[in-house]
Structure formats: C-alpha cells, structure tokens
C-alpha cells in the first residue's frame, strides 16, 4: 500500500494520526484559472497544459503554520520547458508593495531521458533570491510521491517521501527575515515556461507531445486556520501540536541523510553564487542552516 505521509522522523506517528486532516482537493480547493484543465475528482487532481492554456488549484483555507502534503506524480517523458508548482503563499504577489511571503516547490521538466530539476525558493516580505536545486534521487514521473512543506516558528523544511534535503530556519534575533505573521494558502499550477525553464531557454517546449499531464492524490494537511489579526499571536503559541519542543530542529539521522542528498544531488545553491550577488552573500548564508 502506498505510504500515508512519509515525514515520520520529524513528526511521531502518533502525532501524525491526531493532527492530520485528510483534506481531499473535492472539499478544500478549488480550480483557479485555466479551468477546462483542471479536473477535480474526489481526491483526484489532474493539472493539464495544452497550447491554449495551463491550470492551477488553490485550497480554501488560509493558515499560518503547520503541515501540507500531497502525493504528485510529475509529467513523464518530454517535458521539457513544463514547469509544476506547488507552493503555499500569502497574497500580494506582483503588486506595487509586494510584501508576500511564500515556500516554494517547483518542478522543471526536461527531454525525454535528462532528469528533472527540483527548484526551491522561499520568500519573505516579498523577496526570494533564496533558490536551492536538486537532481531527483528518485523516478518522479512513473510513480507518485509525497512532496511536503512543514513550517512553523523554528523553520521551513522541505521533504519527498519522508526524506527532509532542506532546511531554513528562523534567524529573526539577527535580523533576518522569516515567515511569521502573513496567513498562506496552498497553491499548484502547471504552465509553459520555454523562455528560461529548460537549459536556460534554448530547450523549448515541444507541443507534439502535448497534452502535459501533472496527477495528484492525497491532500493532507495539519494546519493553523487564519481566522483574524489575533492568529499571528494563537498559531505561535507554544500549545499548537507543530510547536512542541521536538520540532525545533532536526534530528541527526536526519541532518546525515539531508547532508547525503545535498552533495550528492544538488546542483544549485544561492549561498555559494558569489558572482550573482556581487559577494554580497544573504546573512543567513554565514549561520548555521540547520
């Protein structure tokens, strides 16, 4: 049988089995646009991108904290230039005073046998320039798996099947932005991006191949719904199940295996791009990641 949630070396079984909410996409989200390819069956989800249009699914709930997960299994052979997101975000995004925050997966295609790029990014107060990117070490195109964003007060993490590969934690005592006070929705969208997705731009989207097909199951989530001004004080309180002690860091076991897949796998990472940021490297860069 397929595995439930994966992420059981950061949160306990049993915390698990009280807190998460089989959500199913039919009850907590809804298509946005490009509606005629964006199919909603139960706890099915079907993101499609022909030469007309793309799609994307946002949920329903507004949080500040906890768990989301879904299992996505990604558009197979040639997907070259096709980009698959599923992030959560706050609103603002593209406005005159963009202060939005939001953690980011997206999935860069590739042609028919080069492998995928796992693109990760986190912004705070509307600025990213964070990007973290992974080879799969993993087929993510002929089965499904869980892709999960954990946030609360201590830090961001992101992991595939259980497996966390990144880490960013809250440096607010130094100064250094991080998510705390924005509620975020739950977001996913499928959409052609030949002008820089794929080698650059000079690999473009090949619409023989078309339709691209992104499949999801299994929207779980374990989360603190907005509900006013006073949630940025409620959802941090230290009562909330994602904020017991033994979620304010990683365990070794995970560090070890985190470290594995980071110099085995990754393949960008802004806080070793000194010629980008002109030597001017983000603070968090000098601290300790996890």
């Not at 295609?109 to 509307?126: A, C, M, Q, R, S």
């Not at 929705?185 to 499928?190: A, D, N």
């Amino acid at each position: 049988m397929a595995p439930k949630v994966l992420f059981l070396a950061l949160i306990s079984l049993v915390a698990l089995e009280q807190t998460l909410v089989h959500a199913t996409f039919a009850t907590d989200a809804v298509c946005g646009w490009g509606k005629d390819n964006c199919q909603i069956n139960g706890d099915n989800l079907t993101l499609i991108l022909n030469q007309w249009s793309g799609a994307a699914v946002q949920g329903t709930k507004e949080f500040i904290y906890g768990y989301i997960d879904m299992r996505i299994k990604l558009v197979p052979d040639n997907s070259a230039a096709v980009v698959t997101t599923y992030y959560t975000s706050s609103p603002g995004v593209a406005t005159a005073n963009d202060k939005h925050d939001e953690i980011d997966f997206e999935f860069l295609g590739n042609e028919t046998g080069k492998p995928y790029t796992i693109h990760t990014n986190i912004f705070v107060d509307g600025v990213g320039n964070r990007e973290e990117q992974f080879r799969p070490w993993f087929e993510p195109t002929t089965d499904y798996h869980n892709y999960t964003i954990f946030w609360n007060p201590y830090m961001v993490v992101w992991s595939i099947d259980g497996t966390v590969f990144r880490v960013y934690k809250n440096h607010m005592d130094k100064g250094i932005p991080f998510p705390t006070s924005r509620p975020q929705r739950v977001y996913s969208s499928i959409w052609n991006a030949d002008d820089w997705a794929c080698q650059g731009g000079r690999v473009k989207t090949n619409w023989t191949h078309q339709p691209f097909i992104a499949r999801y199951l299994n929207f779980q989530d374990s989360v603190c719904v907005w509900n006013s001004e006073s949630s940025i004080k409620d959802c941090a309180a230290p009562s909330n199940w994602y904020a017991a002690p033994q979620y304010k860091e990683l365990s070794q076991s995970q560090i070890d295996k985190m470290n594995e897949i980071r110099s085995n796998n990754m393949i960008y990472n802004y806080c070793t791009d000194t010629k980008r940021f002109n030597g001017k490297m983000a603070p968090e860069c000098s601290l300790s990641a996890y």
